[in-house]
């Protein structure tokens, strides 16, 4: 199977994530080809509106554990996926998450990275930084749910299912399961059917209501940091060998 699928329906780019077997986890290919397919669609003028979903049980359960831990082990912690996140933060054109499962860790950045969430009713967040060492979106979250839950879910790193997403805004709806990419889709053709300029003038407006260029900028030095730090490999390590013994892989 491909590791990404790219699609196009009358104004919309569809991009499908394809490591079902483990839950769509980012290792160094798919980083690279989320890239590639997002330049290709920013480049397409056909392509007003973007979706970006999940296949399997997952819309994304962050890195791969277990390629990120040899990494460590041979010369340092892989940010590839923390590259392919910046990349779609400066994706011009309205970007909507298919939220059809898990967003774990890298994956919750992922979503909290779209510009609208649509998500299922088994939908579940989870912001773990703190527990592995680094920051998760900090950057993000405030500007989305504001910064007390921002603050409580990045201290905590506890699980967000979909009521709560819903009610402190960090998804904009849920709908049952069968429902979430029809749902998706609909939404992004609506919008597609509008001026492509006048689109990506108002996402620009609206990212610089909402600035949050220092925030990045800081998050991004701290990580640096962090991934090299002896601390953030022991507790990445700790919490492969966890995720290892559920039999995912992934964080």
Known sequence: MELIEIGRDAGVGIVRMQRPEKHNAFNRELSTRVVT??????ADEE??????????????????????????DENGR??????????LARFPKPLIGCINGIAYGGGALLAATC????ASDDCAF???????????GGSQLPRIIGPAY????????????????LRI?????????????????????????NSPLALMATKEVVERATEIDAGLKAEGEWNRNLRG????????????????????GAE
Not at 37 to 42: D, M, T
Not at 115 to 118: Q, Y
Not at 151 to 165: H, S
């Open 229 to 248: 730090s002896p601390e953030h490999h022991e507790r990445f390590r700790a919490a492969a060998a966890r995720v290892a013994e559920r039999g995912r």
């Open 37 to 42: 397919a997002f330049e290709a669609l920013e």
């Open 115 to 118: 510009d609208i969430r649509i």
């Open 126 to 136: 989870r912001f773990p930084g703190a527990v592995y060492g680094l920051v998760v």
């Open 78 to 87: 892989n940010d590839g996926m923390a590259r392919a996140i910046g990349h």
């Open 150 to 165: 921002a603050k409580e879910l990045l201290f905590t790193g506890r699980v967000v299912r979909a009521e709560e997403a």
């Open 47 to 72: 392509v007003i509106c973007a979706v970006l979903v999940g296949s399997g049980a997952a819309f994304c359960a962050g890195a791969d554990m277990n390629e990120a831990v040899a990494a460590i």
């Open 169 to 193: 805004g960090l998804v904009n709806h849920v709908v049952p399961r069968a429902e979430v990419e029809s749902a998706a889709l609909a939404m992004a053709h609506e919008i597609a059917r």
